[in-house]
């Protein structure tokens, strides 16, 4: 059990606030602008979130001065870090032409064209402005392409906050409406629990009328909450048996987990694949792609009556943006023709085997797990013995795994860390990118041992 003491809290927040006494003023002014002080909810932390003046590489200064190794990476956006100069030179050349030009452009069918090159399921590509967007889309196509209604989705995956997504993730996994979310709308999203072939073969006997299932392919947060070996092959067999279009939501593994996402990787190919962060090269964007006659529902046909009433209209200012192109490209043509992503793995692989060997030093029973450039820190809420392959074997639940860890338990971790130098995310975990280096992974061990020692685990 976690048993850190309240003079133990009290110690590492007193540290990290003389620290960093520059992002203390600025949250003070912030708390009487934005709601909880905050502009996205993963930046919350207690006593107040780090305010960071620039990046660089695998680094970031906070307005202190201080120097992190960052592995929150622009919200896993930045595979490539922060200010890659090639990313950096092809945004400052298309700046100087314009940014919007309320027209199409070059540079957004090179993108298109590229994501076709690289992604299995990609007949036809759509541009949006996030991935809140892109899921909201896709659903919505699958709806208008089988004249259906319903999605499955499973139990703690995160696929943006529309209404039609945003529950069953932290909670309300009984598929009640959260507080803003009418009840009709959740009624219409079937909560699965996830890796259970058995489960989503009985939802969709049972139910005949779902479009969709739509899942992230490693699983809740980037394999947070790991999908068993094999799942995503028996959930494409049951979907093509049931006439259900199988949605894979590539947000984060899109263009990290493989130069084509997780389906290339796993070599299952999806119905429609969504994605945003890596696709957009750090700028804000996203996307839908997927079979040329699912994507034809958005094609203008010359039968009026036919737009009217089975088109799905698509709009969106910023869609393809000629900046957000041009980083996209030149991102997604780094990633296709370089050494990218196996860089990126391989420091994370040495990352989590250093983080474990800190572990077992402290002897505390936490455990650090993760596949391709992502790494979790398990704490083991129940104390339980519990190894790395329990995680992924199943024994280990997905309660455990996500939604089991205290949240002073989190803020203290995440100021423990920034304490030794390095930012991680409060899921708690982060994410690797290519340019992160050996010195990184020792700053980063380092700074975990310092702050395992801190909270007296």
Not at 100 to 106: K, L, Q, T, V
Not at 127 to 154: D, H, M, N, P, Q
Not at 158 to 167: E, I, L, M, N, Y
Not at 279 to 297: E, I, L, N, S
């Amino acid at each position: 059990m976690h048993s850190t003491s309240s003079a133990t809290t009290n110690r590492i927040f007193e540290q990290y606030a003389a620290k960093t006494p520059g992002s203390a003023e600025l949250y003070r002014r912030a708390v009487n602008v934005f709601p909880g002080g905050v502009t996205h909810d993963t930046r919350y932390l207690q006593p107040y979130p780090l305010y960071v003046e620039r990046a660089a590489g695998s680094r970031k200064w906070d307005v202190d001065g201080h120097e992190y190794v960052d592995y929150i990476g622009g919200h896993g956006a930045l595979l490539l870090g922060h200010a890659h100069p090639q990313i950096s030179e092809a945004v400052r050349e298309q700046l100087a032409k314009g940014t919007h030009f309320g027209a199409s452009h070059e540079l957004e069918l090179q993108l298109g064209e590229q994501i076709q090159k690289m992604v299995p399921c990609a007949g036809r590509v759509r541009f949006t402005g996030s991935g809140t967007e892109s899921t909201l889309l896709a659903i919505r196509i699958a709806r208008a392409f089988t004249g259906k209604r319903k999605i499955v989705r499973f139990a703690g995956h995160f696929h943006g906050w529309h209404d039609q997504v945003a529950f069953a993730v932290t909670s309300h996994f009984d598929g009640t409406p959260p507080p803003g979310v009418l009840p009709g709308v959740t009624g219409e999203a079937l909560v699965c629990p996830p890796g259970e072939p058995a489960k989503l073969e009985q939802l969709l006997s049972t139910n005949d009328d779902v479009a969709a299932v739509i899942l992230e392919p490693t699983g809740a947060t980037f394999g947070l909450v790991p999908l068993p070996a094999g799942f995503l092959e028996q959930a494409r067999k049951i979907t093509a048996r049931h006439g259900v279009l199988l949605i894979f939501d590539e947000v984060i593994t899109g263009f990290r987990v493989s130069p084509g996402g997780a389906q290339r990787h796993f070599g299952v190919t999806p119905d429609l694949a969504t994605f945003a962060k890596i696709v957009a090269g750090g700028f804000p964007g996203g996307a839908v792609a997927g079979r040329k006659d699912v994507m034809d529902v958005m094609t203008m046909r010359d039968d009026r009556q036919w737009n009217l009433d089975n088109r799905v209209p698509h709009q969106g200012t910023f869609n393809a943006n000629p900046v957000t192109a041009a980083a996209g490209l030149a991102t997604l043509r780094l990633i296709d023709q370089g050494d990218v992503i196996p860089q990126a793995d391989r420091i994370a692989a040495h990352l989590r085997e250093r983080m474990n060997d800190a572990i077992r030093q402290a002897g505390s029973s936490w455990l650090v797990y993760g596949e391709s450039s992502g790494f979790h820190f398990f704490t083991n809420p129940q104390g339980r013995s519990v190894t790395v392959d329990d995680i992924y074997s199943g024994v280990v639940t997905r309660e455990e795994l996500k939604g089991g860890v205290a949240p002073s338990v989190i803020h203290q971790l995440r100021c423990g860390m920034i304490l030794g130098g390095a930012d991680v995310f409060p899921w708690p975990g982060g994410v690797v990118s290519a340019v992160h280096s050996e010195e990184d992974v020792e700053i980063t061990a380092a700074a975990f041992k310092a702050c395992l020692e801190a909270m007296e685990l």
